[in-house]
């Protein structure tokens, strides 16, 4: 019997026709199997129309041949038993399309029976469910993944070292989430290097972060995943492994910073899905717990190790009364942290180094700490260096000035030693970096500076690093004032005993002490008595040079006169001794003349000078050689309350003293600026310098280290500027130059 003889032809239509109209698979079969019907979404379905599907078995022909026996079974048992009827009511299974293509279909069973109660086949309705089975297989393969994940990351955290972590990830992500090709790169300074793979060797082991390509640099970058599903259109891309069609690169962010990459590869085209990008940013974030780990653990390894030296050298500290030997032991203990250089230096209550001795150093040559002493910073930069204008560099008791910072060239060129770091021994901090602490005690006092150098991991200092170093800095600093108490009281007691045994040799001393400063106070008084002689014996000594001058000018007279027969040699030479002449007798004047200025009470006039026009008036009467360059940085209507005449001998003064300081050459720099009540005028010029030992003497009268001269000119220029309510200052560095500096009040 067949499917349609148990309707009407009108009934039978009527079904069909609702049966077109449904958007679902219905199949009539009959017991051998065989398709007795098929609606049109199931042609469509299955690609076939419906005279290539109607009359042919459906198990051997639209069934996978993987599941056809199984399916089989289950019709059988439908047909057959009320049971099977119950059981396979709803059941899932594919079909195979025309095209080879296999869709999940949703079955609902029912038997049909003919007019006469007997079972004529199946009709079976369903819903392609493919979509849905694929998102299902995805999820659970997505959960398998994500499981596996789950237990390679307690694997990850039994990781010894970052070695390991490297190797167990790249291991995780082509052993446990099939991807193709791994690698795992790490940040070091301005690149990434490869550091684990697996699958094909990578043809580049590193790249520069400042690269404007590769989709790895760009993760570093932005601080997210970057995926491209086709690398031969990606702009971006920089072939790292040969044949890749798509690559997936993630951040490992350790601590907030982006510590290196992972980047998984494929051959083909689209490879990566969402939940690969999740697959691997869950991966990223267990390997940075890991990595964090083992770095704490090294540092809290490493702080166990520092800590148990500075126990160890703190009794051996205890143990030593020498105040070198004891200072020694603290240099060595601080380097044993993990410094290549260290610098102690003693400060007096002005933070100055009073002698070579005061610097006690840790890995530095005699070379260096010969450098260290003639280059010492003054205990005055040093009070900057510690002040609030220094506050946001400090790292907990540490200042911490990077290189690159404009305030580290400002103050610290040229008194800081150069780094014996090779680029490859530093991670992050610079060669020529920063790093010190004043030691202070507990009443505030500043006893000590400590300076450190080279850290043998290259890394910049964080608060966490230098936390043992700190519990030192206070130990240090008490040991310190204990081993010079310690020393003051044993030098006490040898005074005390020396002026016991040597009574009469101290008497000796004092009545000597005594006698020379009556000497003094008689040189004083001499001294004083210059300006009377000066007064005397000038116009004496003025009245014939004046004459002998006058003489040379007739003589030069007589010679324009002479005729023209008489020898032009000796003529000359005529000349050029009769300018000699003229020049050592306007230097006999120069002598006369100061010394009368220094002796001669200074009296003077003020008003309102232009500095600028100034300035420029004295540079026109002194002859400058080519060789120096004269730079007048004064703003524009800046002036002076001054004498010109007066000041004027005292600017000339100046100039000209820096510029026989500058013989090769150089730059003599003018400047001014406003400095409380008062206004100060600058000469910096490039030249020799003065010694350090003559910058007291250098005002005093008639102390000179030139050649020809009398010792009078700066003695004079002092009492010049002193008359106007002033003073003047010098500061200079033998080899770098001298700055002298006038300071007069302002007047309303």
Same mark, same amino acid.
């Given at each position: 019997?067949?499917?349609?003889?148990?309707?009407?032809?009108?009934?039978?239509?009527?079904?069909?026709?609702?049966?077109?109209?449904?958007?679902?698979?219905?199949?009539?079969?009959?017991?051998?199997?065989?398709?007795?019907?098929?609606?049109?979404?199931?042609?469509?379905?299955?690609?076939?129309?419906?005279?290539?599907?109607?009359?042919?078995?459906?198990?051997?022909?639209?069934?996978?041949?993987?599941?056809?026996?199984?399916?089989?079974?289950?019709?059988?048992?439908?047909?057959?038993?009320?049971?099977?009827? !119950?059981?396979?009511?709803?059941?899932?299974?594919?079909?195979?399309?025309?095209?080879?293509?296999?869709?999940?279909?949703?079955?609902?069973?029912?038997?049909?029976?003919?007019? =006469?109660?007997?079972?004529?086949?199946?009709?079976?309705?369903?819903?392609?469910?493919?979509?849905?089975?694929?998102? =299902?297989?995805?999820?659970?393969?997505?959960?398998?993944? $994500?499981?596996?994940?789950?237990?390679?990351?307690?694997?990850?955290?039994?990781?010894?070292?970052? +070695?390991?972590?490297?190797?167990?990830?790249?291991? %995780?992500?082509?052993?446990?989430?099939?991807?193709?090709?791994?690698?795992?790169?790490?940040?070091?300074?301005?690149?990434?290097?490869?550091?684990?793979?697996?699958?094909?060797?990578?043809?580049?082991?590193?790249?520069?972060?400042?690269? #404007?390509?590769?989709?790895?640099?760009?993760?570093?970058? *932005?601080?997210? *995943?970057?995926?491209?599903?086709?690398?031969?259109?990606?702009?971006?891309?920089?072939?790292?492994?040969?044949?890749?069609?798509?690559?997936?690169?993630?951040?490992?962010?350790?601590?907030?910073?982006?510590?290196?990459?992972?980047?998984?590869?494929?051959?083909?085209?689209?490879?990566?899905?969402?939940?690969?990008?999740?697959?691997?940013?869950?991966?990223?974030?267990?390997?940075?717990?890991?990595?964090?780990?083992?770095?704490? #653990?090294?540092?809290?390894?490493?702080?166990?190790?520092?800590?148990?030296?500075?126990?160890?050298?703190?009794?051996?500290?205890?143990?030593?009364?020498?105040?070198?030997?004891?200072?020694?032991?603290?240099?060595?203990?601080?380097?044993? $942290? %993990?410094?290549?250089?260290?610098?102690?230096?003693?400060?007096?209550?002005?933070?100055?180094?009073?002698?070579?001795? +005061?610097?006690?150093?840790?890995?530095?040559?005699?070379?260096?700490?010969?450098?260290?002493?003639?280059?010492?910073?003054?205990?005055?930069?040093?009070?900057?260096?510690?002040?609030?204008?220094?506050?946001?560099?400090?790292?907990? #008791?540490?200042?911490?000035?990077?290189?690159?910072?404009?305030?580290?060239?400002?103050?610290?060129?040229?008194?800081?030693?150069?780094?014996?770091?090779?680029?490859?021994?530093?991670?992050?901090?610079?060669? #020529?970096?920063?790093?010190?602490?004043?030691?202070?005690?507990?009443?505030?006092?500043?006893?000590?500076?400590?300076?450190?150098?080279?850290?043998?991991?290259?890394?910049?200092?964080?608060?966490?690093?230098?936390?043992?170093?700190?519990?030192?800095?206070?130990?240090?600093?008490?040991?310190?004032?204990?081993?010079?108490?310690?020393?003051?009281?044993?030098?006490?007691?040898?005074?005390?005993?020396?002026?016991?045994?040597?009574?009469?040799?101290?008497?000796?001393?004092?009545?000597? @002490? &005594?006698?020379?400063?009556?000497?003094?106070?008689?040189?004083? /008084?001499?001294?004083?008595?210059?300006?009377?002689?000066?007064?005397?014996?000038?116009?004496?000594?003025?009245?014939?040079?004046?004459?002998?001058?006058?003489?040379?000018?007739?003589?030069?007279?007589? &010679?324009?006169?002479?005729?023209?027969?008489?020898?032009?040699?000796?003529?000359?030479?005529?000349?050029?001794?009769?300018?000699?002449?003229? @020049?050592?007798?306007?230097?006999?004047?120069?002598?006369?003349?100061?010394?009368? +200025?220094?002796?001669?009470?200074?009296?003077?006039?003020?008003?309102?000078?232009?500095?600028?026009?100034?300035?420029?008036?004295?540079?026109?009467?002194?002859?400058?050689? /080519?060789?120096?360059?004269?730079?007048?940085?004064?703003?524009? @209507?800046?002036? $002076?309350?001054?004498?010109?005449?007066?000041?004027?001998?005292?600017?000339?003064?100046?100039?000209?003293?820096?510029?026989?300081?500058?013989?090769?050459?150089?730059?003599?720099?003018?400047?001014?600026?406003?400095?409380?009540?008062?206004?100060?005028?600058?000469?910096?010029?490039?030249?020799?310098?003065?010694?350090?030992?003559?910058?007291?003497?250098?005002?005093?009268?008639?102390?000179?280290?030139?050649? !020809?001269?009398?010792?009078?000119?700066?003695?004079?220029?002092?009492?010049?500027?002193?008359?106007?309510?002033?003073?003047?200052?010098?500061?200079?560095?033998?080899?770098?130059?001298?700055?002298?500096?006038?300071?007069?009040?302002?007047?309303?």
């Amino acid at each position: 019997m067949e499917f349609e003889e148990t309707f009407s032809f009108e009934e039978f239509e009527a079904i069909r026709k609702y049966l077109d109209l449904i958007g679902a698979i219905v199949v009539v079969l009959d017991l051998k199997g065989d398709v007795r019907f098929i609606n049109s979404f199931g042609c469509s379905l299955l690609e076939y129309d419906s005279n290539e599907v109607i009359g042919r078995n459906w198990f051997e022909n639209f069934i996978p041949s993987r599941i056809r026996r199984e399916l089989k079974e289950v019709f059988s048992k439908i047909i057959s038993t009320n049971e099977g009827v !119950k059981k396979y009511h709803y059941y899932e299974s594919p079909i195979l399309t025309k095209s080879g293509k296999e869709r999940a279909i949703a079955w609902n069973n029912i038997l049909i029976e003919s007019r =006469d109660g007997q079972i004529f086949g199946t009709l079976s309705t369903g819903i392609d469910i493919t979509e849905r089975v694929k998102v =299902d297989a995805m999820e659970k393969a997505f959960e398998e993944k $994500l499981s596996i994940l789950n237990y390679f990351a307690s694997t990850l955290n039994t990781a010894k070292s970052l +070695d390991e972590v490297y190797e167990y990830v790249v291991d %995780g992500l082509t052993k446990a989430l099939g991807f193709e090709y791994a690698m795992f790169l790490v940040i070091e300074k301005d690149r990434l290097k490869v550091k684990a793979y697996r699958g094909l060797k990578p043809i580049i082991k590193e790249m520069s972060l400042n690269s #404007q390509k590769g989709l790895t640099v760009k993760a570093v970058k *932005t601080l997210r *995943t970057v995926i491209s599903n086709d690398t031969w259109n990606d702009k971006d891309y920089i072939e790292g492994v040969k044949g890749v069609r798509s690559e997936l690169s993630t951040p490992v962010i350790v601590n907030d910073t982006v510590y290196g990459v992972i980047d998984v590869q494929s051959r083909k085209v689209n490879a990566f899905s969402n939940e690969d990008v999740k697959l691997v940013e869950i991966l990223a974030t267990h390997t940075s717990t890991a990595i964090s780990n083992i770095e704490r #653990q090294t540092s809290l390894e490493k702080q166990y190790r520092q800590l148990s030296s500075l126990m160890q050298f703190s009794i051996e500290i205890i143990r030593t009364s020498d105040v070198r030997a004891r200072l020694q032991k603290v240099v060595e203990a601080i380097e044993s $942290l %993990g410094w290549r250089r260290v610098v102690l230096s003693l400060r007096d209550e002005n933070l100055e180094i009073r002698s070579p001795e +005061d610097i006690i150093t840790a890995g530095l040559s005699e070379d260096e700490r010969r450098f260290l002493w003639e280059n010492r910073t003054s205990g005055k930069i040093w009070r900057e260096r510690l002040s609030a204008k220094f506050n946001r560099y400090k790292v907990g #008791q540490f200042y911490y000035i990077p290189y690159e910072d404009q305030l580290a060239q400002e103050y610290f060129t040229g008194s800081v030693l150069d780094s014996r770091l090779s680029p490859e021994e530093t991670v992050d901090w610079h060669p #020529q970096d920063l790093l010190y602490a004043p030691l202070t005690l507990l009443d505030g006092r500043i006893v000590g500076i400590l300076s450190v150098d080279d850290p043998v991991d290259g890394k910049r200092p964080t608060k966490y690093s230098l936390a043992p170093l700190e519990l030192f800095l206070n130990y240090a600093a008490i040991a310190i004032e204990n081993a010079q108490l310690i020393q003051k009281l044993e030098a006490a007691q040898k005074r005390l005993k020396e002026y016991a045994d040597e009574l009469e040799v101290k008497v000796n001393e004092r009545t000597k @002490e &005594l006698v020379e400063a009556q000497e003094k106070l008689l040189r004083s /008084e001499r001294l004083a008595t210059i300006g009377e002689v000066a007064a005397s014996v000038g116009h004496d000594l003025r009245n014939p040079l004046q004459v002998i001058l006058y003489e040379c000018f007739a003589l030069e007279n007589l &010679l324009e006169n002479i005729s023209r027969e008489y020898d032009s040699k000796s003529g000359a030479m005529v000349k050029q001794h009769l300018q000699r002449i003229r @020049e050592q007798i306007n230097y006999m004047n120069k002598i006369v003349s100061d010394l009368q +200025d220094y002796g001669r009470k200074i009296t003077i006039k003020t008003i309102k000078v232009d500095l600028n026009n100034f300035v420029k008036n004295v540079l026109s009467t002194i002859k400058v050689p /080519e060789n120096i360059k004269v730079i007048v940085d004064v703003p524009i @209507e800046f002036t $002076l309350d001054i004498d010109p005449e007066m000041m004027k001998r005292v600017f000339v003064n100046i100039i000209t003293n820096a510029i026989q300081a500058m013989p090769e050459g150089g730059t003599l720099t003018i400047y001014s600026r406003v400095e409380g009540d008062k206004k100060a005028v600058y000469f910096r010029d490039t030249g020799v310098g003065i010694p350090k030992e003559n910058l007291d003497k250098i005002f005093h009268p008639l102390f000179t280290t030139k050649a !020809k001269g009398t010792g009078l000119g700066l003695a004079v220029c002092k009492r010049i500027v002193e008359a106007h309510e002033g003073t003047i200052e010098v500061e200079s560095e033998v080899g770098k130059g001298t700055v002298f500096k006038i300071k007069v009040p302002i007047k309303s």
